[in-house]
């Protein structure tokens, strides 16, 4: 069965500051990998997605993600957090051969120092 | 047009109500899902509907009832809940149930039982 392992519970960070949320997977082909985001009682937003193709994936916001499949891993970066970027973020993998299966990780939830 | 919409945002019901959640998106999207968020955990998922056929019951107890009128609509009939089914309810919907797929979520009905 497929899993995702968000190592990190809560991180803090200074605004400013560079960015990394760890996300490994657990699943034998290649997994189709997202990142969510999720404010405090809202829905989830999409930053950014890995099907195939480049390992280094541009999302919305200014994060980027890169997929390693040697370490089985999926890291979310930022080169400078904002404010703004204080949110619960969701690391999901699907795969099912071909039906919908989406897994979460249990989140890292961050926190940014003004 | 890229929302996927609920209501209502917030519900309080109590153990003998009967209610429905909400759900409604216009992206053309085949597919539609229900998810429950409890605090500080991950979505979980609840139903699938492909092509307005109900594909995936996660073994949900039978007080949650689901019903997808149309393409476009979902709808969650809520009858004899329990406290403990106070959480987030989210909606999603993407173009089909593959593997390969991108979920839009809403933002969320707070439901709470009293």
């Known amino acids: 069965a497929q899993s995702v392992t968000q190592p990190d519970i809560h991180i803090t960070v200074s605004e400013g500051a560079s960015l990394e949320l760890r996300c490994n997977y657990s699943y034998g082909a290649t997994p189709y990998l997202f990142w969510y985001v999720q404010s405090p009682g809202q829905g989830l937003q999409l930053l950014l997605k890995y099907f195939s193709g480049d390992t280094l994936v541009q999302g919305i916001k200014g994060f980027e993600a890169e997929f390693k499949r040697s370490q089985s891993s999926f890291n979310l970066r930022k080169p400078s957090v904002h404010w703004s970027d204080a949110a619960e973020y969701f690391c999901?993998?699907?795969?099912?051969?071909?039906?919908?299966?989406?897994?979460f990780g249990k989140g890292t939830k961050l926190s940014v120092i003004p | 047009d890229t929302e996927v919409t609920q209501t209502p945002k917030h519900l309080v019901m109590g153990m003998t109500n009967k209610k429905s959640l909400k759900c409604e998106q216009h992206?053309?999207?085949?597919?539609m899902y229900w998810y429950k968020q409890k605090a500080k955990k991950p979505p979980e998922l609840m139903f699938v509907y492909s092509y307005e056929k109900l594909s995936i019951n996660e073994s949900v107890p039978s007080r949650f009832s689901p019903e997808c009128p149309n393409s476009s609509l979902l709808n969650l009939h809520l009858h004899a809940l329990q406290p403990e089914d106070s959480a987030l309810y989210l909606c999603?919907?993407?173009?089909?149930?593959?593997?390969?797929?991108?979920?839009?979520f809403g933002q969320g009905t707070r439901l709470t039982v009293v």
């Open positions: 999603a919907s993407s173009q089909d149930h593959g593997a390969d797929t991108e979920a839009f």
């Open positions: 992206m053309g999207h085949r597919a």
């Open positions: 999901a993998v699907n795969s099912g051969a071909g039906s919908y299966q989406l897994t």
